[in-house]
């Protein structure tokens, strides 16, 4: 079956440098989440889409931004990354009515900024 | 405003043996849904079990179970016959209800080592 699948797996940026993560859901999931997992630390919420439009936002810097395309794969931007933004960030995608909702994470970035 | 707790920070376990990781939940909506994730040291999430908060029964899923007390706002996770790579952290967490915010808010963790 399909999952989740996340590119790249590894990053290694320097400060103030940029970043793109992308995520491509499961086919006909109609939501995506992105999280942030820092060292030892749980997920936090960053922001989700509802069929292409965001739908709800968490403890996301304004130096992030995120974006749903019409093929329903999600970027997250990164702009003048700190040391502070080194961690996993995980893409999920689920469907609304399904079983568990169909909640699946993908592998995971992880993100190291020196 | 929801919020998971996980008390156990670590637990170790004998291989072959029953453990129960605890979680504690706290919310005001009447519909949500409680997750159990797996994520070794390589990092990925790997689910594993799921309860609603309107299912009759508790939630099995092969070696594992989720004893789910309602009334004390726990959902416990039992894992039978511990193996070895079994090693690994160990999330709850908690989805709202749908039409709301259907975000996953994760608990502490709880790290969990199987000796041989």
């Known amino acids: 079956a399909a999952g989740v699948i996340q590119s790249p797996r590894h990053l290694i940026k320097e400060k103030r440098e940029t970043a793109t993560l992308k995520c491509y859901p499961i086919p006909r999931h109609d939501t995506v989440y992105w999280y942030q997992q820092g060292p030892g630390q749980d997920p936090q919420f960053l922001i989700s889409?509802?069929?292409?439009?965001?739908?709800d936002k968490g403890s996301i810097p304004d130096r992030f931004s995120a974006q749903q395309f019409s093929d329903y794969h999600s970027e997250l931007n990164m702009s003048s990354l700190e040391l502070g933004d080194s961690a996993l960030y995980f893409c999920?995608?689920?469907?609304?009515?399904?079983?568990?909702?169909?909640?699946?994470f993908g592998s995971g970035t992880r993100l190291t900024v020196v | 405003a929801q919020k998971i707790t996980q008390t156990q920070p670590g637990m170790f376990v004998q291989e072959k043996e029953a453990v129960t990781l605890d979680c504690t939940y706290d919310t005001s909506d009447p519909s949500y849904g409680l997750f159990w994730y797996k994520q070794p040291s390589s990092g990925e999430m790997i689910f594993l079990i799921y309860?609603?908060?309107?299912?009759?029964q508790n939630a099995t899923e092969g070696r594992y179970s989720l004893n789910f007390q309602k009334a004390r706002k726990s959902a416990n996770l039992v894992i039978s016959a511990s193996q070895l790579g079994d090693s690994a952290m160990y999330f709850c967490a908690m989805r709202g209800p749908q039409g709301g915010s259907e975000k996953l808010v994760f608990g502490k963790g709880t790290k969990l080592t199987v000796n041989p």
């Open positions: 309860q609603g908060s309107y299912d009759q």
């Open positions: 999920a995608s689920s469907l609304a009515g399904a079983p568990n909702y169909g909640y699946t």
């Open positions: 889409f509802y069929e292409k439009m965001q739908s």
